[in-house]
């Protein structure tokens, strides 16, 4: 009986200890890691840059193509000059949401909005449409 009450107080003080152990190697981790973050200064992180003002363009012309999307469409729209041009129409880009309008292939379409151009084609996010 002896030694079963010295086998139990040993496995209890190695459960202990083991336990105690491992909450320090836990928060001496955490203090590595915590350590290790660094903040950088505003001075160090704060670059003034510019960006390139978008251009605002009046564009009409007859819709080639529809692509519809999550909130609204592209129209592919071709002007009288043999332009085109993709056009973004959702309810979130318009100034006033009640301008929406669905259009078929072979309407005109006259849009007002942000124009520019990637990879050779011209695109306009849709502000307001005419």
């Not at 009409?60 to 519809?68: A, D, L, P, T």
């Not at 041009?85 to 259009?103: A, C, G, M, W």
Request: aromatic letters at 6%; hydrophobic letters at 30%.
């Amino acid at each position: 009986m002896k030694t079963y009450r010295q086998n139990l107080a040993m496995l209890s003080a190695v459960i202990a200890f083991g336990c105690h152990q491992r909450k320090a190697d836990e928060t001496k981790e955490t203090d590595v890691k915590t350590e290790q973050v660094t903040i950088p200064s505003a001075q160090d992180t704060i670059k003034d840059t510019e960006t390139p003002a978008e251009a605002t363009q009046t564009v009409e012309g007859k819709v080639q193509e529809i692509m519809n999307g999550k909130d609204g469409y592209t129209a592919k729209i071709e002007t009288a000059d043999k332009e085109v041009y993709f056009v973004t129409i959702s309810h979130s880009n318009l100034n006033d949401h009640t301008q929406y309008k669905s259009v078929k292939v072979g309407e005109t379409l006259k849009v007002t909005g942000d124009s520019w151009a990637t990879e050779g084609k011209n695109q306009i996010t849709v502000r307001s449409i005419d």
